[in-house]
């Protein structure tokens, strides 16, 4: 599944002696704590993820957000001309990073109504001999969800790595991460930038099988995860009561939104903490951007679609009372 030339290279291991006095590192003395590098292996986050989603902390890597784990999973995987699966619309982010390595990202089209036709996608990537597929679930920007057992009919036809990113998860779907021990090529993706609302703090994790983890951690730079970083994760983590409450409102906020804006617009339904819609009045993200609101305006295939994030309740308030004012 991984390059032959990744599998036999050895990770980078700062030495982690627990010692009083460190001088090994040409570190300052001044302003500690942060004076000194961060733990490389981020331990004490590992292990309070690991006993969130009830695996190892040896199935898990944490990275600069999720962005990164993609980025070091491909750099793993892919050679230039090799084919990496995905579906459409979605993360431009896999594309990119795909073409930087020479890589051909071949989009599978979603229906009409942004679904997904399960079979003609496995058929797709039997044709193609993807080296790399990649699920994106709920998906951003148009929010469809997969079910666990459609993920698990790519995983039953494909030995090849097959990335299922999970960053907006909390807000809908079934995550897989249960699976990674029966489907070894499986790869879950998971961020705290939006359900914990750390997208400034950039912290995101891998989960899968231990020796997936080995491989990856041979390409992951040392001491990708701040302190700083570290630390805030570990604090948002302990909240775990405090996040559900967030999202459920979130969740319910959502559906509100959603049954405001059907007879304006035509809504999609969304797993995810946005909301995805048609409109065929071309000046609405000039009116909204007049009114001091911005929303996620789409071009070219795209072009009428828009996505707006589940915002705070003033927030939604002040956007349902501009859309209000420009649909009267």
Do not use: W
Request: aromatic share 8%; charged share 20%; proline share 5%.
């Amino acid at each position: 599944m991984f390059k032959k030339s990744i599998v036999s290279i050895d990770a980078y291991h700062p030495q982690q002696n627990p010692c009083a006095i460190i001088l090994d590192a040409n570190e300052s003395y001044v302003n500690a704590p942060y004076n000194r590098y961060p733990d490389p292996v981020a331990g004490a986050l590992r292990g309070e993820i690991a006993n969130l989603q009830s695996v190892s902390p040896d199935e898990i890597i944490v990275g600069n957000g999720s962005s990164e784990l993609i980025d070091l999973v491909m750099k793993c995987t892919l050679s230039p001309g090799d084919q990496v699966l995905t579906f459409g619309p979605t993360f431009s982010i896999y594309e990119l990073n795909a073409t930087i390595l020479g890589a051909e990202t071949r989009t599978y089209a979603l229906d009409e109504n942004f679904k997904l036709n399960i079979d003609g996608f496995i058929e797709r990537m039997k044709e193609l001999q993807a080296k790399l597929v990649i699920l994106c679930n709920p998906n951003n920007p148009t929010g469809t969800l997969l079910t666990a057992d459609e993920i698990v009919k790519v995983l039953e036809a494909s030995s090849s790595i097959v990335i299922v990113d999970e960053a907006y998860i909390e807000f809908g779907g079934q995550s897989v991460i249960s699976l990674i021990n029966r489907y070894p090529q499986l790869v879950v993706l998971r961020t705290l930038s939006k359900a914990y609302g750390l997208a400034g703090v950039r912290v995101g994790y891998m989960v899968s099988c231990k020796s997936n983890v080995q491989v990856v951690n041979k390409v992951r730079p040392p001491y990708n995860l701040s302190v700083v970083a570290q630390e805030i994760a570990l604090e948002a983590l302990s909240k775990g009561q405090e996040l559900q409450g967030a999202i459920e409102d979130i969740k319910v906020a959502r559906e509100d939104i959603k049954a405001f804006l059907a007879p304006k617009v035509r809504v999609y339904p969304s797993g995810g903490n946005f909301i995805f819609f048609y409109t065929d009045k071309e000046t609405l993200f000039e009116e909204l951007l007049a009114k001091g609101i911005r929303i996620r305006k789409y071009s070219g295939n795209l072009k009428g679609y828009f996505r707006i994030t589940i915002g705070s309740a003033e927030e939604n308030t002040s956007f349902v009372q501009a859309m209000e004012a420009i649909y009267e």
